[in-house]
């Protein structure tokens, strides 16, 4: 995934959306697991609609039917949530959900507002994982924890919780914390209540990437790479990212139109690579 600046336009709508998730969990081990494809399955999306003078003018909230995880909600999540498997019964699956929700989502500019990156990230994945295009949802986004954090903590790698934001801007939180709704409407009211004028939208390119991909951090070409990533650096006028330093990788098979087979080989030598490593420890 990746961030990048775009302009603000003043009558663009924001949509600030949270959600809530399930896990796998065995009952005889007491252990989690996971699809490693769809490791966080969406069982609630919450969100609320804001005008460009950040005021609340409309609401979404549905649970979703789960079909990964369908035999219980996870133990942690049950408690902080509340959320039962009998809440979830009846409730439309991901693909209706998500349709719904996408109508929910303004055609006026809109952006994307999230609390951390991680929530949109698991949007796309989701999808990924029940094979729908999202390719028509705005990438416009803004993480309203990285600037509550800057304006709050003074610091944006400090990140604070969203109730000690909350309580730290002295507003209300009459309504329970761990609903999709509720965190959306938490979201909403802290971005309102700090310095938002300089705030602009970035453009979110997910790619799908893991940290075990071939592609990861492995560059086709390393002077090129290395050369490729200051020039961003310098125009961005920050350290890139993980995340960005990835997608820059990534471009190079693309651009060189790297066949399977010597990409194959690629990660053949990067295993053996770290096994020789493992071995040096």
Known sequence: MMFIIKERNLDMEYIVFDLEFN???????????????????????????????????????????PCIYTSMIHPYVAKITGIKLSDLSNAPKFKEAFAEFCKFISNNDPVLCVWGKSDIKEVYRNCAYHN???????????????????????????????????????????????????????????????????????????????EEDVYGLDPYNEESFLDTCQNFSDILKRDLSKDEKNILSLAQYIKYDIDDI???????????RKKKLKKKR
């Open 132 to 210: 729908i295009d999202c390719s028509e949802i705005t990438k416009s986004c803004i993480d309203i924890q990285y600037y509550a954090s800057k304006h709050i903590n003074n610091s944006t790698s400090q990140q604070i919780g969203l109730e000690n934001a909350i309580k730290h801007l002295g507003l209300d939180d009459s309504v329970s914390y761990h609903n999709a709704l509720n965190d959306a409407y938490y979201t909403a009211k802290v971005f309102a209540n700090i310095p938002n004028s300089k705030i602009s939208p970035e453009l979110y390119v997910y790619t799908g990437i893991k």
């Open 23 to 65: 896990q796998g969990f065995n009952r005889k081990h007491r252990k989690t697991f996971s699809d490693d494809l769809c490791p966080f399955e969406i069982i609630q999306i919450g969100a609320v609609k804001m005008n460009s003078n950040f005021q609340i003018i409309e609401t979404f909230d549905t649970f979703v039917k």
């Open 262 to 272: 010597e990409i194959k080989k690629r990660c053949k030598s990067k295993k053996n």
